[in-house]
């Protein structure tokens, strides 16, 4: 199935051709006008023009001549996007971060601060991510950039207006946060958009991580909460609603321990961070709830390197629930790979062991039909950066920017 942008008849024609131009620069850069009509099917004189366009709102830039080609030396093009920036936000069990791309996907900014979500109220999320907004952006317009848009990641359901009906990780119902974000920030003059981290996680996965460019990927979230965000013959999977991948709540285990979302058993409350720091190190409730779990991730890590027989069994234990949430997706949806990002990365050199013997355990085909599982590269930022990737979207699909 062809998911790349196509030369159409239909609707805005001049804006979905200009989309095509624009994905094969950036792929195939550089290039030149020609190998652009040749290799899309467009017409020269209507690559000339919107080549033409794009160099006018500095999108594209030429770079030169090459002569390692038959005939005359042709002007070779790459993205350019100097004077735009793109952000994206998340919020995560214990922290905020922010991320800033240029039009290539280069990444220009990434900021992490302390801030304990799940403690906090709506409103003083909203007041501390404006805060992280307004920072970020002041550094990009510093630097002569122009922000195109914002898109924020949250654990929890997240519908097409960007409120967040339910999000148990958060302990929010109803929360209009795109708006509310959006009138924090005095209505800037940019989109404001609010997803899914899972799903913003396998926009990054998909653009930036190791598995870059596959067609059929998941992304497991790691963290307060867990969601998976699938790649599906190249687009994002977020079914009738926009709330496919809440994973994090699937039983597997009905006499299991309590769940955030008032059920037992769930993934979340066997993988979750909050639920693995409870069971592997109880003395930290001695001190109240966790509100920084970085400490005692590293205290796991440690403790786990030097082979303590109780951490290493719990982690095994931990690793064998995440392989059976996998072998499920894998069955239902039989990804390329499966990506593990947050604390289940960070743990991963003692989680996924057992968790790859229980999903070749339970998977129907494992060898004929199976998927591999690995750690993501992209660190505990991957929402953030696919927020930014998202806050692309209208310039990729071929929009100019507005002067």
Not at 239 to 262: K, N
Not at 305 to 315: F, I, M
Request: proline letters at 6%.
């Amino acid at each position: 199935m062809q998911n790349d942008p196509q030369p159409t008849d239909l609707g805005d024609v001049r804006v979905a051709n200009r989309a095509v131009v624009l994905r094969h620069v950036r792929v195939h850069a550089p290039c030149s006008r020609a190998d652009i009509a040749a290799r899309t099917g467009l017409n020269k004189a209507t690559v000339s023009s919107l080549v033409g366009e794009l160099i006018e709102r500095r999108l594209v830039r030429e770079t030169g001549l090459t002569e390692n080609r038959i005939g005359r030396p042709a002007t070779m093009l790459v993205l350019d996007g100097e004077p735009y920036a793109a952000l994206g936000l998340q919020v995560g069990a214990d922290e905020l971060a922010a991320v800033a791309v240029d039009l290539g996907g280069n990444r220009l900014l990434t900021w992490r601060r302390a801030f304990a979500a799940p403690a906090a109220t709506p409103a003083e999320t909203v007041r501390a991510l404006a805060a992280l907004a307004r920072r970020a952006t002041a550094r990009v317009a510093g630097e002569g950039r122009a922000v195109l848009g914002l898109t924020v990641g949250v654990p929890g359901l997240v519908d097409a207006a960007g409120c967040v009906p339910l999000s148990p990780a958060l302990g929010w119902r109803d929360v209009p946060l795109a708006d509310q974000l959006r009138a924090a920030l005095r209505d800037p003059d940019f989109t404001v958009a609010v997803d899914n981290e899972a799903n913003l996680a396998a926009l990054a996965e998909q653009r930036h991580g190791a598995q870059a460019g596959a067609t059929d990927l998941v992304h497991l979230t790691g963290g307060a909460g867990i969601g998976a965000g699938a790649i599906v013959d190249g687009r994002l999977l977020r079914g009738s609603r926009g709330f496919a991948g809440e994973i994090g709540h699937l039983c597997l285990d009905p006499t299991g321990p309590a769940c955030a979302c008032g059920r037992s058993g769930c993934l979340e409350a066997l993988v979750g961070l909050p639920a693995v720091v409870r069971r592997l190190l109880p003395d930290t409730a001695e001190d109240g709830p966790v509100t920084d779990f970085l400490p005692e991730l590293d205290r796991l890590k440690a403790l786990a390197g030097q082979d303590d027989p109780t951490v290493r069994a719990g982690l095994a234990e931990t690793g064998r629930h995440l392989g059976h949430a996998v072998a499920v997706l894998a069955d239902l949806l039989n990804p390329e790979a499966v990506l593990v990002g947050g604390h289940l990365a960070t743990l991963g050199p003692w989680l996924l062991p057992a968790a790859r013997a229980e999903l070749a355990a339970r998977t129907l085909a494992p060898e004929a039909g199976g998927c591999r599982l690995e750690a993501s590269t992209l660190g505990g930022i991957a929402a953030a950066l696919g927020g930014a990737t998202a806050a692309l979207a209208t310039v990729e699909s071929g929009r100019l920017p507005v002067r």
